[in-house]
């Protein structure tokens, strides 16, 4: 149908195809993006037409292909009717604590197997599982368990994982908490083994009807937000949008003859939703591993035969800073999908690790769209064409963006005003009129509110607001410029912690830099800093920091060059990947707090000298910067 839209529209003007596309050459790249459009909507218009739930999906794959491997994980096989049994058995021990449909319960389970099958069993009762991100730990873990509403607490196997629980005994509002890997009298008092009751479980199914009630608007679980920017947020992952995720890697045509290799965090949606609910989907194999290991990654791809793997963040760049092998050219791997390559490695990455497919996507786990780039285009997320957006079910477009007030500009009718090609604007999509008053956080009114730009361009409407900076190219190209929050003032003006970020790290002996914006006392606004992880562990030498210096003055403006700088021997990321900023900007530039090696511009000697006690007392009293 919608390439059909695209011809329809070329003979509407009168002109040939061949004339359409010379006279604009961006359409061959809409084309593309259509014609994958169409087979993805093909088949999830199937999926709805059944029925079907993912929870469905998944018992009739293993109806279908009960000896197919599901999970391999550190070298056991786990098929569709094993998983299916524990999956049972998880389902029999739960049905006794008194739940009903719609009642959560949290799970903090390491990226393993039990994961997998606690999951599943929830599932078949249409219990939501609250995933719990595992790094967590005291206030923020038992508030993204409380917050969930969850009537019980299950938690994996692991001393790690217990003692971060213990740590907080007490902050669970009473709730029962289930251990895995252990006996009960192996725990102190006041915990339960999960492992007791599963030994003394059926692994016979429930009956499907258990979940009769269940529809797509139920919670099927909850995915919290990063926690790139403070307390994790719980997202609500309706029914609909769990088929919806499960569908992500149609546009990389998986099927059921298909190997992942999956190294991202189950809990978080990109590995979750898109990983492990694609391959339930699909009724493919999932090679699952513990963490991500960048010397065992083409290694792990070649002895399982690997067909497509998922990225997030830097993964590629720890894969390049490796020596080359001969697995990372040898494999089998067919196509790559996710989010958070940059360009200035992009077309290196395809070259050495000969992939011949390379889909990046933008989306939020709370939002309502989804970006891609079909074209092999480095370092884009998508298009934003005027026939794309004319063809998508729900408008998307970028606005301009008042830095100051944190909200998109306004027109003198008091409606946002779209960028044009050449410029950065806010992403938005129109949110439809079925979903209007659908919260995405279990969160208060003004949390879920703060999301919506209403009366965008007519009156009623409401749009929601991804947050994030684009930059739309003369081909409408779409390219991530800056998440909101990741944009600070310096002297008046607005600088992008993503653009510096990725100057610094063009330098040969930088790894990463995370780059944001610090308070300096008696000073408006907030200077840069940069925390740098350097290749080999390398100390930042005196010539180094005349380099940095040289290469900022070079490339960047003088209110975006970074004021301080930070040696770090690792990166603060989250577990996904992402930069996490909220701690390195809490610690500033206080030698008081911080351990690891600190910086400042020095406009004197034209480079960064070491912050010692004399130079902190200085900065902390001039009166100019």
């Known amino acids: 149908m919608l390439d059909k839209v695209a011809y329809g529209v070329a003979g509407a003007a009168g002109v040939s195809v061949v004339a359409w596309k010379t006279m604009f050459p961006w359409i061959n ?5 259509m014609k994958v459009g169409k087979n993805v909507k093909s088949q999830m218009e199937k999926d709805a037409e059944s029925g079907e739930f993912l929870i469905d999906r998944f018992e009739k794959h293993v109806y279908n292909q009960p000896r197919k491997p599901f999970i391999i994980f550190e070298g056991s096989v786990f098929t569709y009717e094993y998983v299916n049994q524990q999956a049972n058995r998880v389902a029999n021990v739960v049905k006794t604590w008194g739940l009903s449909v719609g009642d959560t319960v949290a799970i903090m389970i390491y990226n393993e197997p039990a994961f997998v099958w606690t999951f599943l069993g929830l599932q078949k009762l249409g219990i939501a599982a609250a995933l ?57 008092a006041g915990y339960n083994s999960f492992d007791d009751l599963m030994v003394v479980s059926s692994p016979v199914g429930v009956d499907p009807s258990v979940r009769a009630t269940v529809t797509l608007m139920t919670t099927a679980c909850y995915i919290y937000t990063s926690g790139t920017t403070g307390l994790p947020k719980p997202v609500f992952i309706r029914q609909m949008k769990l088929t919806s995720l499960s569908g992500g890697f149609l546009l990389v045509d998986f099927n059921k003859d298909d190997v992942l290799y999956m190294t991202l965090p189950l809990y978080h949606s990109a590995g979750g939703g898109l990983g492990h609910y694609g391959c339930i989907r699909a ?7 513990g963490k991500f290991s960048a010397s065992h990654f083409w290694e792990d791809c070649c002895r399982y035969r690997v067909t497509v793997i998922q990225y997030i963040g830097e993964l590629f760049r720890y894969l390049l800073s490796r020596p080359e092998s001969p697995e990372e050219k040898s494999h089998q791997v067919r196509a790559a999908f996710g989010n958070g390559l940059r360009r200035d490695i992009w077309e290196q990455v395809q070259a050495r690790f000969r992939i011949p497919q390379i889909t990046e996507f933008f989306g939020a786990t709370e939002g309502n769209t989804m970006l891609f780039n079909v074209s092999n285009k480095p370092g884009a997320i998508g298009r934003l064409s005027p026939l794309l957006r004319k063809l998508t079910p729900n408008y998307q477009t970028l606005v301009k963006y008042d830095f100051a007030t944190a909200e998109p500009v306004r027109d003198s009718n008091g409606h946002c005003i779209e960028i044009k090609p050449g410029e ?8 439809a009129p079925e979903m209007e008053g659908v919260e995405f956080y279990k969160a208060s009114k003004a949390a879920n509110e703060k999301k919506l730009v209403r009366n965008a361009f007519k009156k009623g409407d409401s749009y929601f607001n991804f947050g994030d900076l684009f930059y739309l190219d003369r081909e409408y190209f779409v390219y991530f410029v800056d998440r909101i929050g990741d944009t600070f003032r310096w002297k008046g003006e607005n600088v992008s912690t993503t653009e510096v970020a990725n100057i610094l790290s063009s330098l040969d002996f930088v790894h990463d830099a995370n780059v944001y914006g610090v308070t300096v006392p008696g000073h408006d606004g907030r200077a840069g800093m940069a925390a740098l992880t350097l290749y080999d562990d390398r100390p930042l030498t005196p010539e180094l920091l005349r380099t940095i210096w040289k290469h900022s003055e070079e490339h960047l403006a003088t209110y975006a060059r970074p004021m301080f700088l930070r040696l770090q021997k690792e990166a603060t990321l989250t577990a996904t990947f992402k930069q996490r900023k909220v701690e390195l900007v809490e610690e500033g530039f206080d030698i008081n707090k911080i351990l690891d090696p600190l910086y400042y511009a020095d406009q004197v000697t034209k480079s960064y000298i070491p912050i010692k006690q004399d130079t902190y007392s200085r900065i902390l009293t001039t009166s100019k910067l």
């Open 29 to 33: 790249h809409d084309l593309k993006v």
């Open 132 to 188: 719990i991100n595992f790094n967590l730990r005291q206030k923020q873990l038992s508030h993204s368990v409380n917050v969930s509403g969850a009537k019980a607490f299950i938690v994996g196997q692991g001393a790690e994982l217990f003692e971060a629980v213990h740590v907080e005994e007490g902050e669970f509002s009473g709730m029962p908490i289930y251990i895995q890997g252990c006996t009960a009298n192996q725990l102190p």
């Open 283 to 289: 009724g493919a194999t999932m090679v699952l591993r």
């Open 424 to 431: 950065k604007g806010l992403f938005i999509s129109a949110i």
